[in-house]
């Protein structure tokens, strides 16, 4: 294999490594999926602030479409890895 083939699939498998993670957490109840904001450049020791009047079956919904968008950029990886 190419040098640059191998770092292609190590890349690869550090991004769908950290989708996996993200993923893992999202389904997870001991984690809460909120929507916030944090200002650009600034170090919040206490993250971000939540959007407190979001209802929560928007964030029902969003949490199911990062959910699905997840799980689409692990299989384009999938993809990307066989045909390598």
Known sequence: MEQTTVNKVAELYK???NLLKELSELVDDKYTFEIGRS???LFNQYGASKYSTVSSSFLTEIKKLTEAHIKQQIEE??????EL
């Open 77 to 82: 990886i999938d993809k990307e890895l066989k």
């Open 15 to 17: 991004r769908k490594s």
């Open 39 to 41: 200002m650009k450049g």
